[in-house]
């Protein structure tokens, strides 16, 4: 089991920044890949990036070249820095874990955290 714990998100200006954090806890934690989902209202849950349990990542590409996601196993924590913020990013962020068991797929998701981008 993996508990999840999404911060940072917030109110901001077109072309602004902000950087999510994900706390999680409650097994090895360098054993997961990790990454960000978005939702908007009326809308599905989107990809947004993933990063490896060794460190490799990929990203949407409506957020590549803005977003960036990182991790540090030593705090248990995984990032989203993004920048150059547009409106359309405006959505609920998720944290999500994810650890493979014998072809099994073990999910984990975060409460979710607004990001809202308006002037």
């Known amino acids: 089991q993996v508990q999840l714990v999404e911060s940072g998100g917030g109110l901001v200006q077109p072309g602004g920044s902000l950087r999510l954090s994900c706390a999680a806890s409650?097994?090895?934690?360098?054993?997961?890949?990790m990454g960000w989902y978005r939702q908007a209202p009326g809308k599905p849950r989107d990809f947004v990036a993933r990063?490896?349990?060794?460190?490799?990542?990929n990203y949407a590409d409506s957020v590549k070249g803005r977003f960036t996601i990182s991790r540090d196993n030593a705090k248990n924590t995984v990032y989203l820095q993004m920048n150059s913020l547009k409106p359309e990013d405006t959505a609920v962020y998720y944290c999500?874990?994810?650890?493979?068991?014998?072809?099994?797929?073990?999910?984990?998701w975060g409460q979710g955290t607004q990001v809202t981008v308006s002037s």
């Open positions: 409650g097994s090895i934690f360098s054993d997961y890949a």
């Open positions: 999500h874990a994810r650890k493979t068991y014998f072809l099994v797929d073990y999910d984990y």
């Open positions: 990063i490896s349990s060794g460190s490799s990542s």
